[in-house]
T-cell receptor, first 114, second 111 residues
Framework: DTEVTQTPKHLVMGMTNKKSLKCEQH?????MYWYKQKAKKPPELMFV???????INESVPSRFSPECPNSSLLNLHLHALQPEDSALYLC?????????????FGPGTRLTVT | AQSVTQPDIHITVSEGASLELRCNYS??????LFWYVQSPGQGLQLLLK??????LVQGIKGFEAEFKRSQSSFNLRKPSVHWSDAAEYFC?????????FGKGTKLTVNP
């Protein structure tokens, strides 16, 4: 099973709201990733968790707050977002982090900030 | 730092025709190379990967790619394209803890 699930599929939120994105995998992977993808662009890495610890933060604004409660779950907490944060948010997982391992992606959450 | 160039932003082929999507990479060590496909509004699906060994790698959906170190290339090929292959294709190089993606090539398939 190479499935990564993400909820919700779609999310509309106002600039003062607080919401969370959820990602889950049951492949025994120990690295999990958050990416942001704007239309007609490649995914941009935001965060990497390795063995439940944050290992890479690509200078992401603090209004995005990641959390890895256990090796199967990854959350992205959103607060006071801006309209330019509207994008497809993709979660991925792999065996231990590092570019030498293929990443498996979820279907994404389409986020619209109004 | 690693980088990936996909020279073709958009390619149009007829159904049944052959396909080659180009990818050039820059990386100081042995590259780990990947091709992903993305249908509109969907996540990325891994087509194939190259780590070492045989330079011609086979993937899913009838795709293959050839690693050429001398040309720093990892081109994706398919002998006969199906309408369902229409999508965005991303080449990526792995290293230093993360993947770096090219800008993507959009494939349109004409009936």
């Amino acid at each position: 099973d190479t499935e990564v699930t993400q909820t919700p599929k779609h999310l509309v939120m106002g600039m003062t709201n607080k919401k969370s994105l959820k990602c889950e995998q049951h492949m025994g992977h120990r690295a999990m990733y958050w990416y942001k993808q704007k239309a007609k662009k490649p995914p941009e890495l935001m965060f990497v968790y390795s063995y439940e610890k944050l290992s890479i933060n690509e200078s992401v604004p603090s209004r995005f707050s990641p959390e890895c409660p256990n090796s199967s779950l990854l959350n992205l907490h959103l607060h006071a977002l801006q309209p330019e944060d509207s994008a497809l948010y993709l979660c991925a997982s792999s065996h231990p982090s590092g570019g030498s391992y293929e990443q498996y992606f979820g279907p994404g959450t389409r986020l619209t900030v109004t | 730092a690693q980088s990936v160039t996909q020279p073709d932003i958009h390619i149009t082929v007829s159904e049944g025709a052959s396909l080659e999507l180009r990818c050039n990479y820059s990386y100081g060590a042995t590259p780990y190379l990947f091709w992903y496909v993305q249908s509109p509004g969907q996540g990325l699906q891994l087509l194939l990967k190259y780590f070492s060994g045989d330079t011609l790698v086979q993937g899913i959906k009838g795709f293959e790619a050839e690693f050429k170190r001398s040309q720093s290339s990892f081109n994706l090929r398919k002998p006969s394209v199906h309408w369902s292959d229409a999508a965005e294709y991303f080449c990526a190089v792995g290293g230093l803890g993360k993947l770096v993606f090219g800008k993507g090539t959009k494939l349109t398939v004409n009936p």
